[in-house]
């Protein structure tokens, strides 16, 4: 498993700063997976035993900053002070396995609670999650929250959708493919450095 680690180092962040809602009820439920199932249980780097909730990505985006597509990076599913949410670490060092997240500012976590729902389209390995409006119940959504994030392989991506929606209850939306890939090119695009990677 993925560490859960809460200090990086002081040189590991930089300074510069139509809608179609697809009935995923009928997806079929995810089985346990197996590594005879295109799913690993090793980061194939650190050689560090993955979890059922630890997803692979490839990059990630908010309306600020945008992690390295060059660093081995993952979305875990973690536990702080009796609240749910998902980490994102960074690998800091191979050898020795050093996992790391990044400091405030730099948030690539994800806040569970304050989800309103994440849209995905087939044939793309990109995901659109929008927060709640803060005070509003329902779904009224605030843009200057949106995270969006690309992952490395599409079972990852299937794996994370399906843990959302079964085991959370986040509503999933499926946009059309052009869509999401404009608003992924035309969000930020300084990126964070990065270390070890694959």
Known sequence: MIPNLRETPDDLLTTEDSEVIWDVSSLPLEPELTDDDGYTSTDSI??????RYDWRLHQVKTQSFVTNP???QYWHYSLDKGT????????????PVQWSVFRDPYNFHL???DISQVSFARGSKLVL???????WKGQVTDP???TMAQFKRDRTQ???LNFLRQERGIKIVEEDEASLEAR??????????GYESN
């Open 70 to 72: 060059g660093v081995t």
């Open 158 to 160: 299937r794996r994370f």
């Open 84 to 95: 749910y949410f998902i980490e994102h670490q960074v690998l800091n060092s191979a050898r």
């Open 184 to 193: 992924w090119n035309e969000s930020v695009q300084g990126t964070l450095p």
């Open 111 to 113: 806040k569970l609670d």
């Open 46 to 51: 650190t050689e560090s035993a993955l979890h």
């Open 144 to 146: 200057t929250r949106d």
């Open 129 to 135: 999650i929008m927060y709640k409006l803060p005070g």
